[in-house]
């Protein structure tokens, strides 16, 4: 039977409009069988047919759903109920549990007996769904990784005593780099660091041990320790993945990788600085590409004060709209979610960006690359040459770029791109300070957005109290919210203590009058521009963030961490 229904599934990808690979199909058929996962995986591998295209029809020939591992709900509760031998084994993965039934993802779900095993291990009626034996791979390195697994697997890594030699050649530490239980730990902390949602991995020479640390919802959280002996290990094979100088320790180093995680790739950023100690290296967790979350306006939680006006903003067929805050405050996912809403056939949408990590289908994605000297100023000039409608540039780092991006609004083009300032005004005075003159930024900016991300209140251990009346007058003018209660989290397992888990976003809004325009025609400052912009509804970014803490969705402390003292008054 299974091999009937997977020749449905070879008659489903001949008849795939426009498919132009029948030879390689028919070679991939004739080396891995009609009814093998190994033709499956051998089809995503050649493109033939995207993953989830490929996943879905082939779980369709076997009479059952696709579900993909990265992109459901999967939940603590039914991971733990299938050992991680057993998982690993059988490749299956416990996604969630509804009214006594487990749904685990299988990469053979037809097989009955497996099945009934699986059922009487887990104690609970199963219900079998398909997902790539890759996929399934992944998702149980990331949701069974756990600090003490590393710690034992750090240690005995130690043990091989193999990295304590201070004068190893370039030759024999990146030999070193490669051992298999290298790759294995290295791998290990990256999907932990997954699983725990952290941006930032800080791997950290101490006087008597190393750390690790990661940033997660904007806090850094001390993670594991382990023998100094080891450290150099590690920071060699993230040298080796970014293909940088292994044997460099004096000068500070940058560098990118990607691995694949579930059948896509996912990006990081490495930097890497001499200190007291040894080598410190940073690892910013960029984006799985094609996975991150495709978030809409509706769904950002923005204040409808906001909203609304910058709805109207990006409906404009000509301007420039900034949106602006520091690394890792969601500026690319503001910005998409606006493209998301403008996004239509009539429209020829191109970005640049640095990386790519959201892909939205019916735009052009660039992506600038400095090894072959490819920035954002050379590909802004290609594309206006597109004949576009709208541009996204990912970011604006120089004059040139500013320059071009400014002849783009004022020549028709919508563009979209971010700037690293603080306030949304600031970054109209940016674009004069770094040479764009005032007469290119007064017609062609029609909107600034600032946006910053909070901790958000744990929803597990979330709970009420009333503040003090210093507190409510230091930030309220309200008499009346003496009876409002206050929320904030008490610490659980489910946010590892800390009372917080997952971010929200809170913003201000800049739009741009003729009264504004006349103030950057004259090179007035940042405060004069906030002072007219106030005149139009403009609230600066603490007012936003004290309405969420009304709302019950982060904490007061959040948003004095997040936002300038100048605003408190």
């Known amino acids: 039977m299974p091999e009937a229904r997977n020749k449905r599934f070879i008659e489903f990808v001949r008849k795939v409009p426009g498919f132009g690979f029948a030879a390689e199909l028919e070679e991939l058929v004739g080396r891995h069988g009609p009814d093998t996962p190994e033709l499956l995986q051998a089809i995503i591998d050649a493109k033939l047919l995207g993953k989830d295209e490929a996943c879905r029809q ?133 999907f932990f ?6 941006t930032d991995i800080h791997i950290e020479p101490q006087e008597l041990n190393s750390r690790i640390r990661f940033r997660v919802d904007g806090m850094l959280r001390e993670m594991l320790t382990f023998s100094r002996k080891l450290h150099r290990a590690l920071i060699s094979r993230l040298k080796v993945l970014c293909s940088i100088n292994i044997t460099e320790s004096r000068f500070p180093q940058d560098g990118r990788f990607s691995m694949p995680v579930g059948g896509a790739a996912t990006y990081f950023r490495v930097s890497m600085i001499p200190s007291i100690h040894g080598e410190k290296a940073v690892v910013r967790i960029l984006a799985s590409s094609g996975r991150k979350s495709m978030v809409t306006l509706d769904k950002m939680m923005m204040s409808q004060t906001i909203l609304h006006p910058f709805r109207r903003l990006v409906q404009n067929p000509n301007g420039i709209i900034f949106v602006t805050g520091p690394t890792g405050s969601g500026k690319t996912t503001t910005l998409y979610a606006a493209l998301h809403e403008i996004n239509k056939p009539d429209l020829n949408i191109s970005t640049i960006e640095d990386p790519i990590e959201i892909q939205l289908a019916g735009l052009t994605q660039s992506q600038v690359n400095a090894h072959i000297d ?90 009420a109290y009333y503040p003090t009346p210093e507190t409510l007058r230091r930030y309220f003018l309200d008499e009346g919210l003496v009876e409002t209660p206050f929320y904030r989290g008490r610490g659980c397992a489910k946010c590892r203590g800390t009372g917080y888990k997952g971010r929200i976003a809170f913003h201000e809004l800049v739009l741009i009058t003729e009264e504004i325009r006349s103030l950057i025609s004259d090179g007035r400052s940042a405060q004069e521009i906030t002072r007219a912009a106030a005149k139009v509804g403009y609230r600066p970014l603490r007012y936003d963030g004290l309405k969420k803490v009304l709302l019950g969705l982060t904490t007061i402390e959040e948003i004095e961490q997040n936002t300038s003292f100048e605003w408190a008054q």
């Open 374 to 463: 490819l920035k954002f100023s050379t590909i802004l000039r290609a594309l206006l040459r597109q004949d576009p409608d709208v541009i996204l540039i990912g970011e604006i780092r120089d004059l040139e770029t500013a320059k071009i991006a400014t002849e783009a609004a004022l020549t028709g083009h919508l563009v979209l791109a971010t700037l690293h300032t603080n306030t949304a005004a600031q970054a109209i005075v940016r674009l004069l300070e770094i040479g764009v003159e005032p007469f290119m930024v007064a017609p062609s900016v029609i909107g600034v957005l600032a946006q910053r991300l909070a901790a958000r209140i744990c929803e597990h251990c979330k709970e």
């Open 58 to 190: 082939w779980a369709n020939a076997l009479g059952f759903a696709y579900v993909d591992p990265f992109a459901s709900i999967v939940t603590e509760e039914a991971v733990a109920k299938l050992p991680q031998e057993v998982a690993q084994k059988t490749q299956s993965l416990g996604l969630y549990l509804i009214e006594g039934i487990l749904t685990v993802a299988m990469a053979t779900p037809e097989d009955e007996v497996l099945v009934r095993r699986l059922s009487q291990i887990a104690q609970l009626p199963i219900s079998p769904v398909f997902a790539s034996g890759r996929e399934i791979t992944d998702a149980i390195g990331i949701h069974y990784s756990n600090d003490k697994d590393i710690e034992e697997s750090l240690a005995a890594l130690e043990r091989l005593d193999l990295f304590n030699k201070p004068d190893y050649s370039q030759e024999q530490l990146t030999a070193l780099a490669e051992t298999a239980s290298l790759i294995q730990v290295l791998d290990a902390i990256i």
């Open 193 to 198: 660091a997954i699983r725990e949602r952290a």
